[in-house]
C-alpha cells in the first residue's frame, strides 16, 4: 500500500485529504509540524509527502531541506497558500518535485501523487 504523508499546520487540511486519499486506498498519515513531519518520514518512509510551506515554527522549506537531505528518495509535493515565485523557485532548488497552490484542484493533485508513485516504482 503506497504511504502518503500530508504537513500542514491547518488540521482541517489534513483530515480532508487524509480522507481523500484514503478513499482511493492510500495508507495517510498527517503532521502538523514540520518537526513532526520528520518524525514521521523517519519511521514510516513514506514514498510521497504533501508538504506546507507557511508553518509556524519550521516551516515547509526548512522541512523540505531536511527530508531531501536524509530521504533523498521520498517525493515532495510543495502546497502553497499563494503562488509566490521566490518561494516557490527556492523549494524547486532544494529539490521539491512539484508544488500545488491552495484552494486544491484534488483531480491535478491525485494526478500528481499517482505520478510520483509511478516514477518512484521505476527508480526502484
Ligand atoms: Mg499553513
Known amino acids: 500500500?503506497?504511504?502518503l504523508l500530508v504537513v500542514d499546520d491547518e488540521n482541517e487540511i489534513c483530515e480532508f485529504l487524509k480522507?481523500?486519499?484514503e478513499e482511493r486506498t492510500y495508507n495517510v498519515m498527517v503532521a502538523n509540524s514540520g518537526e513532526q513531519a520528520l518524525d514521521v518520514v523517519k519511521q514510516e518512509k513514506p514514498q510521497v509527502v504533501l508538504l506546507d510551506i507557511k508553518m509556524p515554527?519550521?516551516?515547509g522549506i526548512q522541512?523540505?531541506?531536511e527530508i531531501k537531505t536524509?530521504?533523498?528518495k521520498t517525493k515532495v509535493i510543495m502546497v502553497t497558500a499563494i503562488e509566490t515565485r521566490d518561494k516557490i523557485e527556492e523549494c524547486l532548488r532544494l529539490g521539491a518535485d512539484n508544488y500545488i497552490t491552495k484552494p486544491l484542484s484534488l483531480e491535478y493533485l491525485e494526478?500528481?501523487?499517482r505520478e510520483k508513485i509511478e516514477s518512484t516504482?521505476?527508480?526502484n
Do not use: E, I, W, Y
Request: hydrophobic residues 45%; charged residues 30%; aromatic residues 14%.
Open 1 to 3: 500500500m503506497v504511504k
Open 19 to 21: 480522507s481523500f486519499f
Open 57 to 59: 515554527g519550521m516551516d
Open 63 to 65: 522541512t523540505l531541506r
Open 70 to 72: 536524509k530521504f533523498p
Open 111 to 113: 494526478n500528481d501523487v
Open 121 to 123: 516504482a521505476r527508480s
